[in-house]
C-alpha cells in the first residue's frame, strides 16, 4: 500500500510541476511580452507546485468545505515563503517581490497570493485530483511505472546539473572542478554548456531579481547564526524538550507516567525537534518581532505541521498516534484549537526564552569539539530513526500476522516485540 501511494504522489507531483511550469510561462509572457522557460532547473518543471500539490493532497485527507482551501492557502503558502528565503539564503538573490502589495510579509507572501493558493488548491483537492486518479489508474501498472522511474532520474539529473551552475556563480575554478568531481558522469564540456544555458535563462526568467549582501564572515565562532550545526543541535534539543513536556502533562492531566517518545533509543519526541528546528529555520530573521505576531504565526504553522505529521505517520505506519476527537474545536481528531494555541505560546516563549539561552550556550562551544559532537549527534540520531522506522514497520506487520523474513526482521521481533512497543508507543492505535 505504501509503495503504491508513493507512485501516486510522484504521479501527481510531475503532474503539477508541469502544470505549474506552463502557467509561470504564461504569467511571463504575459508580463514581458515574449515567452519565458520559467522555472529554477532545465526541465519544463516547477517543481514548488510539485511539492505543493503533494503536501495539499495529503494534509487534506478527510477534510471537506473551506476547510480544503484554509489548508491549501496555508500550505502554499509556507512553501512559497520557504522557497524566497531558501534562494536568498544559499543564492544570495531575490528571485519575486510582492513588496507593493499590500499585506505582504518580507515580500514573499501576501495575502493576495495566498488566496489565490487556496483557490488553486481546493481546485485541485476538489476536481483536478480526481481526474488525475482515474487517468493514472487506465494506465497499465509497468508502464506508469517505468515512466515515473525515467522522469525521477530526469530530475534528479537536472537539480544535481543545475545546482553546480548556481554554485559555481560564487566560486573559483579549483572549488569549481572540486564540485564538479562529485558528479563523475557529467564532463566538464557539458556542465560549461548547462552553466551559460541556465544562467541566460535565469536572468531572463527572474529580470527582477535583486542581489543580496553578502553573508556575514566566519568570525570564530561555532554555530553562529541560523546554519546546519546550531539547527541540528536545536533538532536534538528540542526533541528531548519536547519528550519531557509531553510526559510531564500527561503525568499532570491523567495521573500516569506515559512514555511520549518517537524513538526506541531515548526520549526524543521527533515531532518537537523538526518543529521547533522548522520554526528556527523559517522566522530566525523574525525572532524579534512582537509577541503577537509569533504567536498567531506559530499557531498556523503549528496546527498545519501536526495535521500533516498525523497523515503522514497514518499512511506509512497504518496507526493513529494521537486522537483529539472528544476534544472541542477538533479537525478531523488531527488538531485542536487548544493544542494549536500551545503551539502558538511555545514559539513565543521559544524565541523570547529558550532559544537565545540556548543559541549562546551552543555558540560557546569549541569549534573542533562542537563539530565533531554534532556529527556524533548526526549519526546517532540517523541511525536511531532508522531502527525505530524499522520496528514501527515490523510493528504493523506483525499485527497483519506477515512472519519474519530476514535476520534483521527476526531481531526486531526479539528486541522490539508487540509487548515492548506498546511500552514506547502507548498511545498508538491501529487504524480501521
Not at 543541535?233 to 510531564?248: H, K, R, V, Y
Not at 496546527?303 to 499512511?315: Q, T
Request: hydrophobic letters at 50%; aromatic letters at 18%; a positive charge.
Amino acid at each position: 500500500m505504501m509503495i503504491k501511494t508513493l507512485f501516486l504522489l510522484s504521479f501527481l507531483f510531475f503532474i503539477y510541476s508541469f502544470i505549474g511550469w506552463i502557467l509561470e510561462v504564461v504569467q511571463s509572457a504575459f508580463h514581458q511580452k515574449r515567452l519565458v522557460n520559467r522555472g529554477f532547473i532545465n526541465s519544463p518543471l516547477c517543481i514548488s507546485y510539485g511539492i505543493g500539490a503533494i503536501v495539499i493532497t495529503i494534509n487534506t485527507h478527510q477534510m471537506t468545505g473551506l476547510w480544503i482551501f484554509a489548508a491549501a492557502m496555508i500550505d502554499a503558502t509556507v512553501i512559497e515563503w520557504f522557497g524566497g528565503h531558501f534562494i536568498e539564503h544559499f543564492y544570495h538573490e531575490r528571485w519575486w517581490d510582492y513588496s507593493k502589495n499590500k499585506w505582504n510579509l518580507d515580500g514573499y507572501i501576501c495575502l493576495s497570493h495566498s488566496v489565490f493558493w487556496g483557490l488553486l488548491g481546493y481546485i485541485g483537492v476538489k476536481f483536478v485530483n480526481p481526474l488525475l486518479f482515474k487517468f493514472y489508474h487506465l494506465i497499465p501498472p509497468f508502464i506508469r511505472h517505468l515512466i515515473i522511474f525515467i522522469l525521477l532520474a530526469v530530475l534528479i539529473i537536472d537539480i544535481l546539473a543545475t545546482t553546480i551552475v548556481v554554485f559555481g556563480k560564487n566560486i573559483d575554478k579549483r572549488r569549481w572542478e572540486s564540485a564538479d568531481a562529485y558528479l563523475t558522469k557529467i564532463s566538464v564540456k557539458l556542465s560549461s554548456l548547462i552553466t551559460s544555458y541556465v544562467d541566460r535563462r535565469v536572468e531572463r526568467a527572474y529580470p527582477q531579481r535583486k542581489l543580496k549582501l553578502p553573508t556575514i564572515p566566519k568570525t570564530g565562532v561555532f554555530a553562529q547564526g541560523c546554519g546546519f550545526y546550531k539547527v541540528f543541535l536545536l533538532f536534538s534539543i528540542g526533541s528531548l524538550l519536547g519528550d519531557i513536556i509531553e510526559t510531564i502533562f500527561c503525568r499532570l492531566k491523567m495521573g500516569v507516567w506515559m512514555s511520549r517518545s518517537s524513538l526506541v533509543w531515548g526520549p526524543f519526541s521527533i515531532v518537537w525537534g523538526f518543529a521547533f528546528a522548522g520554526v528556527t529555520l523559517l522566522l530566525y530573521r523574525y525572532k524579534d518581532h512582537s509577541n503577537s505576531f509569533l504567536f498567531l504565526t506559530g499557531t498556523f504553522l503549528g496546527g498545519a505541521y501536526e495535521y500533516l505529521c498525523s497523515v503522514l505517520s497514518e499512511i506509512v505506519f497504518g496507526k493513529v498516534f494521537w486522537d483529539y476527537s472528544k476534544m472541542p474545536f477538533n479537525l478531523n481528531g488531527r488538531i485542536n484549537l487548544l493544542y494549536c494555541f500551545f503551539w502558538g505560546i511555545a514559539t513565543v516563549v521559544w524565541f523570547k526564552r529558550i532559544y537565545p539561552f540556548l543559541s549562546n550556550l551552543i555558540e560557546k562551544l569549541p569549534i573542533a569539539f562542537g563539530t565533531v559532537f554534532t556529527w556524533i549527534i548526526v549519526v546517532f540520531m540517523v541511525l536511531n530513526m532508522f531502527m525505530s522506522l524499522s520496528a514501527l514497520i515490523r510493528y504493523d506487520q506483525r499485527g497483519k500476522k506477515i512472519p519474519a523474513s530476514n535476520f534483521f526482521e527476526r531481531y526486531l521481533d526479539t528486541h522490539y516485540n508487540d509487548q515492548k512497543m506498546k511500552l514506547i508507543y502507548p498511545k498508538a492505535k491501529k487504524v480501521h
